[in-house]
Every structure is written in structure tokens, then in C-alpha cells.
């Protein structure tokens, strides 16, 4: 069975790091580019970051350009969310995401999700 | 950014009705549009990709249509277990990707 599971959430005052994990299983992992979605608490889902399935590019939504660096490692079927300088309206839900395409480029939709993970920025 | 705007926001019907639920773009997006069902402290599934595409395991019952900036997803007969919040998603103007609000489906 194909799954998705993140770890890494916590309490982190603003200012801080913290960085998540995604650990796939079940699908070849390096077919698929994987993404990050976000949800704060009682709110919808806003996208955060994507990596290709080759790790040659990345994006990321302009609200965190330049304090969250998404990356991956094949070997070890993960993915990884390092994230800087939290800020209270990170606070959220994350999820992993697999994109549905694989082998080349990002359909943006998502097929496959993990539970999530809780990061709550707060002093 | 493409905002998405999904109604009702509430939507309350009973088993066995048929549903029919909205979602406008400010802006074209072609057919690159997706849906998605969450139920409390789940993940989100994906029900339908490119306005009425369903991934294998999806029932027949889900189905969507629209292009441009009008979508809609139709449930035509309301099982118990389709109560839930459904999202539209757009992937004609990336990044970003965006959702709309949501809209909750709720037992009448």
C-alpha cells in the first residue's frame, strides 16, 4: 500500500527553525515530484513548495521564499521541509503531497496524501 | 494569482439528493481544474482532475464539468459517507497552485 507520512511538527517560538520530514512507501518514489500543502487551523489548504521528481527544481509560494527549503532524498524515499525564521502565520497543518504525474514535469494535482504534521509558531 | 471562489458555503441536503457545487475563477484557467474531498482530521483526496477526469477508485456518482472560469462538481446521489468539506484546486497559472475556501456539505 502506497503512504505518505510526515513528522517533525511541533511547538517552535517565531524567529526559529524547525525542520519536517515526509517518508514514502509502497510507489517508486523518485518517479514523482512531491509537495507541500499547508492548512492553518479551521482554514482551507494553501500550497507551500514543490520538487521535481529528480530534485532539478524547485518552488515555492512567495510568502516563504527565502525561510523554507524543500528538498529530497532518493535513498531513503524522503522529503524534507526546512523551515526559517517561523513566523506565526506558518502555523498549520502540513502535508505532504505526491503529484500525480510522474517521470517529468509537475501536474500540480495530488493523488496521494500524508496525515500531516502540526507546527505551531507561538512565543 | 488566480483566486477561486467556491459556493454555497454551506450546503445542506440529505441521502440520496443530489448535489451540485460551484467554484468560479477570477480569471481563465482552461480545464485545469481539480477537486478534492477532506473529512475532519484527514488528509484531503483528490476526486477529479482537468474539470472531470476521476482517478482510479473514484465512484461514478462524483462528476465535473465547467471551463473558463465556471466549474462545477456533481454528486448525483448522496451516500452517508460523502458529508465532508470539498475543495477546487487550479493549476492553470502556477506557481502558485491555489484552492478556493471550501465548501461544507452537510447532512440535512
Known amino acids: 500500500q502506497m503512504h505518505l507520512v510526515e513528522s517533525g511538527g511541533g511547538v517552535v517560538q517565531p524567529g526559529r527553525s524547525l525542520r519536517l520530514s515526509c517518508a514514502a512507501s509502497?510507489?517508486?518514489?523518485?518517479?514523482?515530484?512531491i509537495h507541500w500543502v499547508r492548512q492553518a487551523p479551521g482554514k482551507g489548504l494553501e500550497w507551500v513548495a514543490a520538487?521535481?521528481?529528480?530534485?532539478?527544481?524547485?518552488h515555492y509560494r512567495d510568502s516563504v521564499k527565502g525561510r523554507l527549503t524543500i528538498s529530497r532524498d532518493d535513498p531513503t524515499n524522503t522529503v524534507s521541509l526546512e523551515m526559517t525564521n517561523l513566523r506565526g502565520e506558518d502555523t498549520a497543518v502540513y502535508f505532504c503531497?505526491?503529484?500525480?504525474?510522474?517521470?517529468?514535469?509537475?501536474?500540480?494535482?495530488?493523488?496521494?496524501w500524508g496525515r500531516g504534521t502540526l507546527v505551531t509558531v507561538s512565543s | 494569482e488566480i483566486v477561486l471562489t467556491q459556493s454555497p458555503g454551506t450546503l445542506s441536503l440529505s441521502p440520496g439528493e443530489r448535489a451540485t457545487l460551484s467554484c468560479r475563477a477570477s480569471?481563465?484557467?482552461?480545464?485545469?481544474l481539480a477537486w478534492y474531498q477532506q473529512k475532519p482530521g484527514q488528509a484531503p483526496r483528490l476526486l477529479i482532475y482537468?474539470?472531470?477526469k476521476r482517478p482510479t477508485g473514484i465512484p461514478a456518482r462524483f462528476s465535473g464539468g465547467g471551463s473558463g472560469t465556471d466549474f462545477t462538481l456533481t454528486i448525483s446521489s448522496l451516500e452517508p459517507e460523502d458529508f465532508a468539506v470539498y475543495y477546487c484546486?487550479?493549476?492553470?497559472?502556477?506557481?502558485?497552485?491555489?484552492f478556493g475556501q471550501g465548501t461544507r456539505l452537510e447532512i440535512k
Open positions: 503531497a505526491r503529484d500525480r504525474g510522474w517521470w517529468g514535469q509537475l501536474t500540480w494535482y495530488f493523488d496521494l
Open positions: 509502497g510507489f517508486t518514489f523518485s518517479s514523482h515530484g
Open positions: 520538487i521535481f521528481h529528480d530534485g532539478s527544481n524547485e
Open positions: 480569471q481563465s484557467i482552461g480545464t485545469y
Open positions: 482537468d474539470v472531470s
Open positions: 484546486q487550479q493549476r492553470g497559472d502556477w506557481p502558485p497552485i491555489t
